[in-house]
């Protein structure tokens, strides 16, 4: 067992039953040019999230753990998106339409895609989901359950929409969840500090906040432990 600080309290985990969950981090919502952008968001809010999972996948990968990516998107012919989701915005720039880096939100367009930076490794499952959270019509509950995982460390975009919702169904699953502030984040920095507050408030009604290098340490001396 591994422990680390977090807010409200220490999270206590086993890495044998931990999975990371690094979620929707694509080309559409962090890449300058992409969807986020030309809706007037600054991309830069999300992208200071890049260097940190990048050290944080190195370390969960050097220690293995399970990782499981995901990415936001839809069939080209939109039957998986409800007219409660699709019907949102500006008709120009709604899901599927077209887009600077491909359909809008549309599964194997460019803007669909996993940044570069943050790749999957191979053998690293890509769930793709038609929702906001990654339990919804995914097979990642089926996933987590044949792995024996009990604990998500919890990574990705953004923090008050898909981080959140996610967390949420995973609580309410029986996950104990740890979100890390300095790898989630949102286009709006009140969005950003007020959801992270929320996940811990009421003794972690939903789950554990903590900064990424506390729980890389907590990592480096389970690995340290097991070559004594």
Known sequence: MATLDASPTPY?????TTALLVID???D???PGGFGETLGNDVGQLRRTIEPTAALLAACRAAGLTIIHTREGHLPDLSDC???KLNRGDPSLRIGAPGP????????????GIIDELAPAPGEPVIDKPGKGAFYAT???PMLAAKGITSLVVTGVTTEVCV???VREANDRGYECLVLADCVGSYFPEFQATGLRMIAAQGGIFGWVAESPAFVAALQLVKESTWT
């Open 12 to 16: 206590v985990f086993d890495p044998a």
């Open 25 to 27: 981090m694509q080309r």
């Open 29 to 31: 919502f962090l890449e």
């Open 82 to 84: 409800p007219p409660a």
């Open 101 to 112: 880096m491909g359909r809008i939100l549309i599964r194997g367009e460019r803007g669909h």
């Open 139 to 141: 097979e990642l509950g």
């Open 164 to 166: 959140h919702t996610t």
